[in-house]
């Protein structure tokens, strides 16, 4: 969210493009040149190239992923990369104050988010727009936040998602608490009549950066989750970057064996594989619901477009980096993937593209007619029970305001 | 859904008229408020078995159990931080800070998300938290057990600052605390906790007063200045009151109860009337609730005051060696003579 | 041992005057100071290659080196911390905060050693580290961006507060606060970094003012009320003292400069003229810097005010939605009003 | 420091006493029956029997260790012991407001104090009384915080030994700033002509306890000082009980096992052995030394007094807990050592325990003898610079105290 000269609008940029639905042979030839990177602990289930890697351990948690399921976890990549790079040109054009983009960690998000279930919750940092489309949370529903007419819009009781947090490392807490309170509940490692695992057990998912595990609320969640065994997934997309600062700055090991240190599992899954997410993040969770809580996972992906709209970052990384990370794009290698492997046609690309192209429409048309909120709502719902000093200066504030309308300025 | 208060607090106390230091009336407060809603839930540091370095919640995991009397892990930014959670999740989190100066670790979860969530989903997130804090000095402890921190978060909109200063509102304010949807600092006078000069009578079946309203404790027909303080501070402003009337002058006395949002309008009658006003609290002066509440009478009864608002409070400093306190915190020596200064002016 | 500033300053300008920004005047002052004397560090998140999100540290590291200007990791209290423990073994560290909002993780280590530890050891360690901290609204930002926390350090004894709002001052301030042995919260208002509209020539060998003294910036024979603000509020202010002299109404206006300890001997001489005072900030009114201003004018002005302090600051709530904080912070209209209704007490 | 009706004088309640010169037969029997705890991964270099445990890696840190130095630890913890013993009876006395005994950390702080050199630079939280004496601090000079005449009374430079740090946590971080300094001034990793380790290399070291490495400070110290490789040894004295909880409210995993997540050597050593303590430290520093800082030390011991003397351990512990820990004693271990492989004979004892009196002694006198701090304390050293504000609260309040002398009040 950090912006230098915020106010000052940036020239509309040429940042990556939306991912077009017919691979170049520049995009085929790259697949194929792409090469593993996140070291030989990473889990990947689907390679760059789109080959299908077996997991003993793993595989059983994506058994039923058919041809129709991967087909949507491709939809869910493209609308919601599409609808990421619409928001960030309404940015451009002055509809948005600010866009946090999510280029290049739609794999992360939609596995992660899809692996969840109804009753689980979510609690998001501010880039979780991925994980929010999985929730149900239209796309629209975020934008107010952005376009600062508001600070967060959606019921998050009937998603299951939380409200963002921009504090770094606050909502690690929060979720934490939130999984002890399903533990209290008896939400968790219950069995149903024939002995197995309840399908009204809880877990929680808290998403954070690989900037945010410096911070000592992450630290503290952790020792909170291992000690009262919550049901949380501790979710760290390492998107190499915080801002302008690498991950070295952070650490000297693969943030993944933080968890050692707790007790608790820590794994590392390509970040870029929507089926290793998945089924990485599914176990995670299972793990969770029985009672087995906490488990960090990290997911090794790669920040591809700006920190927000407001960050340049030519100034701190070589553009090689981005050309490499290119190569192990989320979505082109479900897409050769369902090419190659499962014969699907162009007629599906083009759908998704349709659809694609219909859900930014919709989100422009919807962002360009935003309302401005009544300055009441500076007042409104500061406390939940009423305030009497607080009262009065909406009430003289307001008369103030009304005076200009009697003498016809403002 | 909670029961009625006053039936769970009946249901637990044999007699309704009990004599308590305040100290027990939390006790018994939270004790009522957990028997009231079972998803009223302590957490802090020691508060378990132990009962809390101040024993205010003795007896209460024995009798609630682990799930809900929970002795965390050290770290004051994790308790208000899952506190915070657990709140989002339906509970009803209160959370000890041992000491008033161990909750700057946690000060930004408060800031950041105790007091913002409900305003940020405009009303959709409600945070119920109450996180109790011993404050004060008095006490001849060492360093970081002996401030008055409340100002900070009187400043900071969408937290709810209350104190209490005897053993009825004790019982009372606590539960009311508890019921209350929005979050609440709640400052407990250490120093009084279980001092027998504030023992009083607790009727823990009457009707108490509203949570967020002062109350004016003192008053008398022709009194010639207004007293206002809270907390630990309101001990010593009644006995300044009785040692002036002894000298023929008398004092209107206020308990201000609740310190953010403050509610001043008994201060502004009393003042209209009396002319003077000193407003006491342990606390620094600069930028604090005295501030406030002389900003906001210097500019209410503008034309009432005789002579301007007086302060008596802590140095600008920090908190001195604790030798040092009876010349740091306010006394009746001090507060006499500020009503003397204000009588002269 | 340090060089003295303006020497290394002149070294590093062609000519002695410049016509800068403030964001440009601070980051020529980090330089001045970085040049003077080598144990001068800055150290923050982003503050290295991208030069902080403002770019205020632009070049520093390059310039340098990574030894002395550090991006550090993701956590505030860290910073904090780390850099009082440098201070502690010779340095003067630099710390930027990278938006006010988040300075709450590290309010402990600012509140409990930043401010203490010298106190505490009687004088044998003393800790000269500057916070910078950009902050106040205005510029159409996402939650956390755009608040104002000063008065919450300003409540809290051993720390120095202030705040710059033009270039010279900017310039000079930053390299006073580093020079100072105390621990000083440097406020930067960052809405008018990049500004063109408060550009103005700095004379980078003139000698500066004192850094913990406020400064009457605009004077009249006549003036009829006084304004007192400091950092981005000042140029707001001083625009609306513009349109009253247009109406004929002449204003004194005090740049407050420091903010703790206030010096508010220029504001009393100035009241005991005008018989009125508007406190303006951007920060919310309660318990605040503005209370504290309003408290001790009302006291030491009591017989030369024709109308209480008034004040013009952002309302008590949390900071809102930025499509409406042209409402929230105080505005040439509102001010005017203020001004307006002082006058007509 | 945590004080349940600290104002209220408790009874002079029976604590543990010092420990008698002479081992009672008792004594001997139960160093016989004492077993090693703290699980294999204990480093031990002396069983509570008193016989010496061979260790490749640290021998050679106590290869200088002669009987000379072996009496000189002896006498250091005795000498803490009994000046231990003295302020807690003291404070029984209300001499004292308050006492944080260190009854049973005697070997861990007198262990590790004196494997610092007069370069380096000590961390203490509120506990480390024993480490300020290896510091030179001179244990009256501690008395003015527990008296409360005085937050902190020593030269830390001259010591090498920052004040006492109450808020727990907090001087993880400065300590790691601290090393950072030491690095960034070059006085790390140097060699001598000879081009042996050069004698002039730094490190700190930081005191914090079990409870503490829950806390968000801790964790930054361990990341910061990781990234920047800072010369600092973090030394958490496991004594069991932070107040009245128990390390598993803290961790699921032994603690010196957290330093695995953050890539730096965690160790945990038998933190009643001072021989083990001395040579795992200097070990440790000397990796500090030689640039391949940060290192964890945990140092498993016992609180074997009350938190505080305002704390009443019966209400949370029980005393066969006390009675166990009794039996490895970090004195009585070096005596039947001393005595049983190296013959000293009770002379030596008898001269040390005189010396311990001696010691006693002078506290006491000291204690009973220290004067108040005057009034105008409480406006000094508020800020390095003046500040007017300041002078004339403290003016205005002298000259007001003033007007009871003169009136021949107060
Ligand atoms: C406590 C706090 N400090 C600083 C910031 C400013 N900030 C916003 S995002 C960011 C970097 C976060 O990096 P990371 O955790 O890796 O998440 P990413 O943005 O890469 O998803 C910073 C420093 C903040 N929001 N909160
Ligand atoms: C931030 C903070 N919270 C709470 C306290 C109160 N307190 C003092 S000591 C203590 C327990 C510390 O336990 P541990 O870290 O194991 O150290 P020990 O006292 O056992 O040496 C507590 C909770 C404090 N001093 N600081
Ligand atoms: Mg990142
Ligand atoms: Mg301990």
């Known amino acids: 969210m950090s912006s230098p000269e915020q106010w000052t609008r940036p020239e509309p940029g040429a940042g990556p493009a939306a991912t077009a639905a017919e691979p170049t042979p520049e995009q085929v030839k790259a697949g194929l040149r792409a090469t593993t990177e996140g070291g030989p602990e990473l889990t990947q289930l689907l390679t760059p190239e789109g080959e299908r890697v077996p997991s003993e351990q793993f595989d059983p948690y994506v058994a039923d992923v058919d041809i129709d399921v991967l087909c949507g976890l491709y939809r869910d990549m493209v609308l919601v990369r599409r609808g990421d790079r619409e928001a960030n040109h309404m940015q451009r054009q002055g509809q948005l104050g600010i866009w946090v983009p999510l280029l290049g960690q739609e794999a992360a998000q939609i596995g992660s988010g899809r692996a969840l279930k109804p009753g689980d919750m979510a609690f998001p940092s501010y880039r979780e727009h991925g994980v929010a489309f999985t929730r149900g949370v239209d796309f629209k529903e975020l934008l107010g936040i952005f376009r600062c007419t508001d600070q967060s819009g959606w019921d998050f009781q009937r998603h299951g998602f939380h409200p963002y947090t921009i504090v770094i490392g606050n909502q690690v807490l929060n979720a934490t608490g939130y999984a002890m309170g399903q533990k209290f509940e008896g939400k968790v490692g219950n069995t149903d009549g024939d002995g197995r695992p309840s399908s009204t057990d809880e877990a929680t998912i808290v998403y954070f950066g690989d900037g945010a595990t410096s911070q000592g609320d992450v630290h503290e969640g952790f020792v909170w989750a291992a000690v009262y065994d919550a049901p949380v997934v501790f979710f760290c997309q390492n998107n190499q970057w915080a801002i302008s600062e690498p991950t070295e700055r952070q650490s000297r090991l693969p943030l993944y064996q933080r968890a050692r240190g707790y007790g608790f599992p820590g794994i590392r899954v390509d970040g870029n594989d929507v089926l290793g997410c998945l089924a990485v993040t599914r176990w995670a969770l299972e793990e969770c619901r029985h009672g087995n809580g906490p488990v960090l996972i990290e997911a090794f992906t790669y920040r591809m477009d700006a920190h927000t709209t407001t960050d340049d970052p030519t100034r701190y990384r070589l553009s090689d980096e981005l050309e490499e990370w290119k190569l192990k794009d989320p979505i082109e290698r479900v897409r050769a993937h369902l090419t190659r492997r499962h014969g699907i046609e162009q007629d599906f690309f083009d759908q998704v593209q349709a659809d694609a192209d219909a859900f930014a429409a919709e989100l422009r048309d919807f962002c360009f007619n935003m309302p401005d909120p009544p300055p009441e709502r500076i007042f409104s719902n500061v406390y939940a029970e009423p305030s009497p000093v607080l009262d009065a200066q909406r009430e003289e504030y307001l008369a103030y305001l009304g005076g200009f309308v009697e003498a016809g300025e403002r | 859904m909670m029961a009625a208060p006053t039936k769970a607090v009946a249901d637990s106390a044999t007699s309704s008229v009990q004599t308590l230091t305040i100290g027990k009336a939390l006790n018994l407060g939270l004790r009522a408020a957990m028997e009231a809603d079972d998803k009223v839930i302590v957490m802090g540091e020691d508060v378990g078995k132990l009962g809390g370095v101040f024993r205010i919640t003795d007896g209460l995991q024995k009798d609630f159990g682990e799930q809900r009397v929970l002795d965390t892990p050290l770290a004051e930014s994790g308790i208000i931080g899952t506190a915070v959670g657990l709140a989002v999740r339906g509970?009803?989190?209160?959370?000890?800070?041992?000491?008033?100066?161990?909750?700057?670790?946690?000060?930004?979860?408060?800031?950041?998300?105790?007091?913002?969530?409900?305003?940020?989903?405009?009303?959709?997130?409600?945070?119920?938290?109450?996180?109790?804090?011993?404050?004060?000095?008095?006490?001849?402890?060492?360093?970081?057990?002996?401030?008055?921190?409340?100002?900070?978060?009187?400043?900071?909109?969408?937290?709810?600052?209350?104190?209490?200063?005897?053993?009825?509102?004790?019982?009372?304010?606590?539960?009311?605390?508890?019921?209350?949807?929005?979050?609440?600092?709640?400052?407990?006078?250490?120093?009084?906790?279980?001092?027998?000069?504030?023992?009083?009578?607790?009727?823990?079946?009457?009707?108490?007063?509203?949570?967020?309203?002062?109350?004016?404790?003192?008053?008398?027909?022709?009194?010639?200045?207004?007293?206002?303080?809270?907390?630990?501070?309101?001990?010593?402003?009644?006995?300044?009151?009785?040692?002036?009337?002894?000298?023929?002058?008398?004092?209107?006395?206020?308990?201000?109860?609740?310190?953010?949002?403050?509610?001043?309008?008994?201060?502004?009658?009393?003042?209209?009337?009396?002319?003077?006003?000193?407003?006491?609290?342990?606390?620094?002066?600069?930028?604090?609730?005295?501030?406030?509440?002389?900003?906001?009478?210097?500019?209410?009864?503008?034309?009432?005051?005789?002579?301007?608002?007086?302060?008596?409070?802590?140095?600008?400093?920090?908190?001195?060696?604790?030798?040092?306190?009876?010349?740091?915190?306010?006394?009746?020596?001090?507060?006499?003579?500020?009503?003397?200064?204000?009588?002269?002016w």
């Open chain 2, 91 to 344: 509970f009803r989190p209160v959370c000890e800070i041992q000491f008033e100066g161990f909750i700057f670790p946690g000060f930004d979860q408060i800031s950041s998300q105790l007091a913002k969530l409900h305003y940020r989903t405009q009303g959709g997130v409600k945070v119920p938290v109450v996180v109790r804090v011993p404050f004060g000095g008095g006490i001849g402890a060492v360093e970081h057990h002996s401030e008055s921190p409340e100002s900070l978060f009187a400043h900071i909109g969408g937290l709810k600052v209350v104190s209490c200063s005897n053993p009825a509102d004790a019982y009372w304010m606590i539960q009311q605390a508890i019921r209350c949807d929005d979050p609440v600092l709640f400052f407990e006078p250490k120093r009084l906790y279980h001092s027998g000069a504030v023992k009083a009578p607790v009727d823990t079946a009457a009707a108490p007063d509203p949570l967020f309203a002062s109350r004016v404790v003192r008053q008398a027909r022709g009194a010639r200045a207004t007293v206002v303080a809270y907390g630990p501070s309101m001990k010593v402003c009644l006995d300044a009151a009785t040692a002036a009337a002894e000298e023929g002058i008398e004092l209107d006395v206020i308990d201000l109860r609740t310190l953010s949002p403050l509610d001043l309008d008994p201060v502004f009658e009393s003042v209209r009337r009396t002319g003077r006003l000193i407003a006491v609290s342990e606390a620094p002066a600069e930028s604090s609730i005295t501030s406030e509440i002389a900003a906001r009478v210097q500019q209410e009864c503008f034309y009432s005051l005789e002579a301007p608002v007086l302060r008596v409070t802590g140095f600008d400093t920090p908190y001195p060696p604790s030798k040092l306190e009876e010349h740091y915190l306010p006394d009746l020596d001090r507060i006499l003579h500020a009503v003397d200064r204000a009588l002269d």
